[in-house]
């Protein structure tokens, strides 16, 4: 194997290509780790290496950026004015920091950094890089020059302002160029105390967040640890003072480890509280505002052309993650009664009323659509029933996480009973309207609309009565049917004749022979079939 094409086949940086990142990363380390040697396995380490830097520019700015590596958000939605608050730092933030620097006070750094990292980066991963030594070198110099920059731009009057008009210049170019859809909120002279304080605490600061993330969701641990933590910063003096409530801001931010929210509100310094407190406001805000978006995307809301529900694996995992979160948080601020909060309470309600206001507005017409349409639709689903299935569901779910939290109505009940109404003429219609092809086609629609209605919790066979005698004709044509059951063919139809047997228990002295038929059918089909 070589690193360019052969008779075999593809040549193996394309193969590398397409590996993801991790595994590439994973296979590197393996490679490197090994004593074997020769030109196949030079051939596979420099086509890694090109795969692991192939997107890797701006060298000496990703190393200054590696500075603040463990307390970095990269969330974008925190990016936007409604949902950032100081705490949050980002890349796109120290990116304009460094762009600020590297014009004069870093410029012979920034270069010097710059042609080293190339070099290295023909032969090893940046992230291998970063680790030689004379490039750690040269990042403690960046720190060092960016703390007296920094001091410089804290110290007030005109060059501060300038300093900091500079950042938010950069990071409004640097937005729009990554096309990020909105202006993110613009740092103010507490950011760069922040940053500035971040730099002068960064080695106990970086030691104490490791330590917290490996306490991870265990509760006595991180709040053995916050408490710890606390008491070590609170040591440190006037530089700690500078970091506020960053420490679980950033569990926060960066790993939205609510858990850490919680304990240090019970368990923190008072300086904690506030900056807790609106960081965990302006969580519920963004978690409520991405659910949204996700759904609203996922119904084509602003195209031209609606194609249906689209909600493909990736999108449903990241739904099912935001509800998660938005449990997590309401949760939380109903056990420490947050959403009652004489400043904050009302923020939080109003983040919670748009979200809802969406979802009824432009979320539930279309749920009500589809479901309509699927039960018009006889001889075969419609192409969005599993996405349609799949969305009612997820619905369901978001209501009870808001019912559990919230003292105000929403439109859900509404909603509910015109949906169910849908299904109910669907489903009634699939035993007695005309178009089908027989039992066995009567009985798939049946369990379709059967299915969209358990998603609400309702039950299918509350749906119809054993009197109308279209539906004991289908139950019975279907069981004299030979093609095989399904196991939810099965189910359904055992519901029918559990109905049967008990219609047939209050009328003693008269038996319904079209009841008995039916029980006495069932019993001998589905038998055979397990439950």
Request: net charge neutral.
């Amino acid at each position: 194997m070589t690193s360019g094409k052969n008779g075999n086949g593809p040549d193996l940086s394309a193969l590398i290509a397409q590996l993801p990142t991790t595994v590439a990363d994973q296979l590197y380390e393996e490679i490197a780790q090994s004593d074997a040697d020769g030109a196949r396995r030079q051939a596979v380490r420099t086509a890694l290496v090109g795969k692991l830097n192939a997107e890797r520019r701006q060298h000496a700015r990703r190393l200054f950026t590696d500075l603040f590596r463990a307390m970095l958000s990269h969330d974008p939605l925190l990016l936007r004015p409604d949902f950032s608050t100081v705490g949050v730092i980002q890349p796109i933030d120290i990116g304009g920091i460094w762009a600020k620097l590297s014009e004069k006070a870093m410029a012979p750094l920034a270069r010097k950094a710059e042609t080293l990292l190339r070099d290295l980066a023909q032969t090893m991963p940046l992230r291998v890089a970063f680790r030689d030594p004379a490039v750690l070198s040269l990042q403690a110099a960046m720190r060092t020059q960016a703390l007296d920059s920094l001091a410089a731009a804290l110290a007030g009057g005109a060059a501060g302002k300038t300093f900091l008009d500079d950042v938010n210049r950069w990071r409004l170019a640097e937005g729009r160029r990554i096309r990020l859809g909105f202006e993110p909120r613009p740092w103010g002279m507490d950011d760069l105390k922040l940053v500035h304080g971040v730099l002068v605490t960064l080695a106990p600061l970086t030691s104490l967040l490791d330590g917290l993330r490996e306490a991870g969701g265990n509760a006595e641990r991180l709040r053995v640890g916050l408490e710890r933590a606390a008491v070590d910063l609170a040591q440190l003096g006037a530089p700690a003072e500078q970091l506020g409530a960053l420490l679980p801001e950033t569990l926060l931010h960066a790993d939205r480890l609510y858990l850490a929210g919680r304990l240090a509100l019970l368990h923190g310094p008072r300086r904690w509280q506030e900056p807790v407190v609106v960081a965990l406001v302006r969580h519920l805000g963004r978690t409520a505002f991405s659910l949204v978006e996700e759904i609203l995307a996922a119904i084509g809301v602003d195209e031209i052309v609606r194609p249906g529900l689209v909600f493909p694996v990736p999108r449903r995992a990241q739904l099912d993650r935001e509800l998660d979160h938005l449990d997590t948080l309401l949760g939380l601020f109903e056990d420490l009664d947050l959403i009652n909060h004489p400043r904050y309470g009302a923020m939080a309600r109003d983040y919670l009323d748009r979200m809802v206001r969406r979802m009824e507005t432009e979320f539930y017409p279309v749920l009500v659509e589809r479901c309509a349409a699927e039960a018009r639709s006889i001889i075969r689903p419609i192409p969005d029933y599993d996405a349609l299935d799949w969305a009612l569901g997820f619905c369901n779910r978001w209501r009870s996480v808001l019912k559990r939290s919230l003292f105000w109505g929403t439109g859900h009940s509404e909603f509910r009973d015109r949906v169910l109404d849908d299904l109910r003429d669907g489903f009634r219609g699939s035993f007695t309207r005309t178009g089908y092809d027989g039992p066995v086609q009567r009985i798939a629609h049946a369990l379709h609309l059967s299915q969209l209605g358990s998603r609400l919790d309702s039950v299918c066979t509350d749906w119809v009565g054993l009197l109308d005698q279209g539906v004991v004709r289908t139950v019975v044509e279907r069981l004299k049917h030979p093609q095989v059951l399904s196991a939810a063919e099965a189910a359904l139809l055992r519901g029918f004749a559990v109905l049967a047997e008990e219609e047939l228990k209050r009328t003693r002295h008269w038996r319904d022979p079209a009841l008995q038929e039916l029980v006495d059918r069932a019993a001998e089909r589905l038998a055979t079939v397990e439950e």
